[in-house]
Nanobody, 117 residues
Framework: QVQLVESGGGLVQPGGPLRLSCAAS??????????MGWYRQAPGNQRELVAT???????NSADSVKGRFTISRDVAKNTVFLQMNSLKPEDTAVYYC?????????WGQGTQVTVSS
């Protein structure tokens, strides 16, 4: 069973930065981890893709965060990061780490990000 633990959420002012981390309980360099990513869900909205990173190194991100958010991974630490810059109030949501392991999605417990002055 793979466990994903997110950290780094909190309250930040508009325009500020925040970095989220997702630590996996197994080696993310394993062939069984085909992709990892971040999703978010705001109150009353469906969960939406933020950014993904495949084991081969390809990345993808939502148009709403392009140029502001960057996904990266530290294979040695089995950790995926989401660097968020120029945050906006509409980025407020619970952010979830996701991993595709043996072809199946696994989710973390989520971390709250609130952008407000």
């Amino acid at each position: 069973q793979v466990q994903l633990v997110e950290s780094g959420g909190g309250l930040v002012q508009p325009g500020g930065p925040l970095r989220l981390s997702c630590a996996a309980s197994r080696r993310i360099s394993s062939i069984n981890f085909s992709a990892m990513g971040w999703y978010r869900q705001a109150p009353g909205n469906q969960r939406e893709l933020v950014a993904t990173s495949t084991r081969g190194g390809s990345t993808n991100s939502a148009d709403s965060v392009k140029g502001r958010f960057t996904i990266s991974r530290d294979v040695a630490k089995n950790t995926v990061f989401l660097q968020m810059n120029s945050l906006k109030p509409e980025d407020t949501a619970v952010y979830y780490c996701n991993a595709i392991v043996f072809g199946l999605p696994r989710w973390g417990q989520g971390t709250q990000v609130t952008v407000s002055s």
